[in-house]
Structures are given as C-alpha cells and as structure tokens.
C-alpha cells in the first residue's frame, strides 16, 4: 500500500504543467490538490507542499540558445540532411519548408515546449527533433517567421530549459 505522499507525487508526474508550476513556486495548493482528486484535500496540500520543496528551483544562466531559420528544406539524400526522422531526410535547398533551429545551451526538454507554444500559436510543425545541444522544428514556409519569434521568445523568457551544469 502505498503513501499518500508517494500517490501525490506520482500524480504530479503525471501532470507535467503541475510539475512546472511546482518549480516555479506558482501553484495554488488548496487548488491543486483538489485537481489532483486523490484524497483529503488539506493532507494532499501537505504533501504538496513537502513535494515542492525537493523539486529543484529554476536556475538562470548567462547563455542563451541560439535561434535561427533555415529556409529551403525539402526532402534529400541521408548524407546532406539537416534532419532525419524515420525514412525522411530534410536537406537545405530542395524544399519549401522552414527549419528553426535552436542549438547552444538548450536542454532537450525544451522540445516539448517549443512544440506546446508553437501549438498554442496554431502552428502545426511536421518535423521534430532534439539531441543534448540543438533542437529543429520543420514548420511550412508561411509559418516559418511566426516560429522563429514564438521559440526565440519562449526560450528566452524560460530558464529551466536551457541546459543547466550540475
């Protein structure tokens, strides 16, 4: 049988925003606990308070990730490809897509992010990909502007997903 606090901390793992909002120290407890809906209320803000403290605190660091557009993409050759995902080759000057590429110091969580905004934005990318370093998301020609602000913007604006030495 297990805790309640091991069952409010596995529900805030599923719930990724919940997680974020812990982090950053801008969670309503009351409120979250009774999101969460898996016991007593006031026991359940007990643990999430105990649960927020052993989350760590974003960190700020002096490095940016660098963003830019890579326009032309299209399909290609393995050898040339800016990106492969599955049998899809991307490479430049053979398409009509955008590529935003971030690379620096970013973490490859940011991936989720980056496409969540880009969501929130009613762009809809066709590719994605990420590795310790960069991230690329293929968005069409028309969308490729809006992109590049949306990732700039939001991977400035949020610490926790530059990359972060420990």
Excluded: K
């Excluded at 120290?25 to 409120?31: F, G, I, L, R």
């Excluded at 927020?52 to 399909?75: K, Y």
């Amino acid at each position: 049988m297990s805790s309640l606090a091991s069952e409010t901390r596995a529900a805030v793992r599923g719930h990724p925003f919940l997680h974020l909002a812990l982090r950053a120290d801008v969670v309503n407890y009351t409120a979250a606990a009774r999101f969460l809906d898996i016991g007593d209320t006031e026991a359940v803000t007990a643990a999430l308070r105990r649960f927020a403290t052993d989350i760590p605190a974003f960190t700020q660091t002096d490095c940016t990730p660098r963003v830019s557009m890579q326009s032309g993409l299209g399909e290609g050759e393995a050898t040339d490809a800016l990106v492969t995902v599955g049998e899809t080759h991307l490479v430049p000057g053979a398409g009509a897509l955008t590529g935003i590429v971030v690379a620096g110091d970013v973490s490859v969580t940011a991936l989720g992010h980056v496409l969540s905004c880009l969501a929130l934005a009613d762009i809809e990318p066709l590719a994605a990909a990420g590795t310790e370093d960069a991230l690329i998301v293929v968005v069409t020609r028309r969308d490729g502007p809006t992109a590049l602000r949306t990732v700039e913007r939001e991977l400035s604006a949020v610490p926790q997903y530059r990359a972060i030495g420990e």
